[in-house]
């Protein structure tokens, strides 16, 4: 079984630009979650979805930051205009409904610098 | 809110047996998880705890105290390979899934 996938594995771009990162989640996974690390932090979580709809975003630090998930498959996360404070690593995470706590499988990141 | 803190760094001997403790604050309780990372990868899923004790798996057990807001990782026979971030995280239950709340992560060295 393929594990979640995330697309590019590094982005550098400069101060102003747009970036969209891309998540595949496992297949059949309803939740999609998406964290962020900023340097020398803790992971931090950003949003949740159910399928297609955003269940919480309370995580997401204002409104550059857009996170769509049409179809319910694969998600997107855009940032515009990217500034210098972006800079992280931005993880997505997938997990089947078990109950209330599923387990949360994660994909390898994507490593975003800003300049 | 959630708190939850481990220590930044650990060194151990290839091996040897070490544990990484983690204390936690939480408004609410939904068990415990820890996660492996490796530099440059995914965090793995390795245990979750929502009841006192310790849960082994192979090489891995995970201990909880909920009375104590406490929980460890006790890492035996310890591998070159298992050099790696060791993630407690808390979860918080929202809207059919859970988000979690990360300590900084513990960097284990396994040295020869």
């Known amino acids: 079984e393929a594990g979640v996938t995330q697309f590019p594995s590094h982005s550098v771009i400069e101060k102003g630009q747009t970036v969209t990162l891309r998540c595949d989640p496992i297949?059949?996974?309803?939740?999609l979650y998406w964290y962020r690390r900023v340097m020398g932090k803790e992971i931090k979580f950003l949003l949740h979805?159910?399928?297609?709809?955003?269940?919480?975003e309370s995580g997401m630090p204002n409104n550059r930051f857009l996170a769509e998930r049409t179809g319910g498959t694969y998600s997107t996360l855009k940032v515009q205009p990217a500034e210098l404070e972006d800079s992280g690593v931005y993880f997505c995470?997938?997990?089947?409904?078990?109950?209330?706590?599923?387990?949360?499988?994660f994909g390898p990141g994507t490593r975003l610098t800003v300049l | 809110g959630q708190n939850i803190d481990q220590p930044t760094e650990m060194t151990a001997t290839e091996g040897a047996i070490v544990q990484i403790n983690c204390t936690y604050q939480?408004?609410?309780?939904?068990?415990l998880f820890w996660y492996q990372q490796h530099a440059g990868e995914a965090p793995t899923f390795l245990s979750y705890?929502?009841?006192?004790g310790l849960e082994e798996k192979g090489r891995f057990s995970s201990f909880l105290s909920r009375s104590k807001g406490y929980s460890y990782l006790l890492l035996k026979e310890l591998q070159m390979k298992d050099s790696a971030s060791y993630l407690c995280?808390?979860?918080?239950?929202?809207?059919?899934?859970?988000?979690?709340?990360f300590g900084t992560g513990t960097q284990l060295k396994v040295e020869l």
């Open positions: 705890n929502v009841l006192d």
């Open positions: 995280a808390a979860p918080i239950l929202t809207g059919g899934g859970n988000k979690l709340t």
């Open positions: 939480t408004s609410g309780f939904n068990g």
């Open positions: 979805f159910v399928k297609e709809s955003k269940q919480d």
């Open positions: 297949s059949g996974h309803d939740n």
């Open positions: 995470a997938s997990s089947h409904p078990a109950g209330a706590l599923d387990t949360q499988y």
